[in-house]
């Protein structure tokens, strides 16, 4: 089986103001004086702290991402952010089509795509979102529901270039409710299979799958343990350093 070093990658959403910044402080200091982490550390703070984040986490190995990205380099898009923008304010990572993406500003998959392909265009790896709802689960759905956004939202460039997935059960992010690691292993070994058929064995056993809902201190080496979860999309957690770092810890 093909060793992939993990990734706990932190979502702090609109959160964070320039003392937020004291949390990374901290976070930078566990990480250097505690053990050695296992894990590649990523935090995606709002577009105005990505390039603080960017030098103030460097010294400790802690790597910077946007949130989001526009599909365009450049151009009349008031309000939005380019990956070359993110690229150029010292990002390595750009999440694309998170559920609250999706949701909010009704991102389809093929939105997601583009943004993916602008990503990889900037030199950035993508963390592309994917995850179901309460009522597809319910429905019996799940797995052909994810199966279907894995086709449009990946781009074919994930073959020649890193890109990341992110499955996100979406009831379950930010509720405190988490799937069975069943449930878990479930669906990231038949996003594996999907990765593997089309990119071929090679590439596709190399992509990592990251877990994302309700990661919390209390639940994530177990979840982190699950075959073929590869790290961890982390939200309110990890607008903590003290609750980050215990993630980080847990791989």
């Not at 898009?77 to 609250?100: K, N």
């Not at 878990?184 to 799958?209: E, P, W, Y």
Request: contains cysteine.
């Amino acid at each position: 089986m093909t060793t992939i070093s993990p990734l706990i990658a932190g979502n702090w959403k609109m959160n964070g103001l320039s003392q937020s910044l004291d949390e990374l402080t901290e976070l930078a200091q566990l990480l250097t004086t505690g053990e050695a982490p296992r894990a590649v550390v990523v935090v995606c703070p709002p577009a105005t702290l990505v390039a603080a984040v960017a030098t103030q986490g460097a010294s400790s190995g802690i790597l910077a991402g946007g949130q989001d990205c526009h599909v365009n380099a450049s151009g009349a898009h008031t309000g939005d952010i380019s990956a070359y923008m993110l690229a150029d304010a010292g990002a390595q990572f750009a999440i694309v089509g998170h559920s609250e993406r999706r949701a909010d500003h009704g991102e389809t998959d093929d939105q997601v795509r583009a943004k993916a392909e602008a990503a990889i265009g900037a030199g950035l790896k993508p963390i592309i979102c994917v995850g179901e709802t309460e009522a597809q689960r319910d429905a019996g759905q799940a797995e052909s529901i994810v199966a279907a956004q894995l086709v449009s939202s990946i781009p074919d460039a994930a073959g020649l270039h890193e890109v990341i997935v992110a499955y996100e059960p979406v009831w379950a992010i930010g509720t405190g409710r988490t799937p069975s690691n069943d449930d878990i292993a479930q669906m990231h070994a038949s996003i594996r299979a999907r990765l593997v058929d089309r990119f071929g064995a090679d590439k596709g056993n190399t992509i990592r799958i990251l877990y994302g809902g309700s990661l919390k201190p209390v639940n994530a080496r177990e979840i982190l343990a699950i075959d073929n979860v590869n790290g961890g999309l982390v939200g309110g957690a990890s607008l903590l350093a003290k609750d980050f770092y215990t993630i980080i810890s847990a791989v």
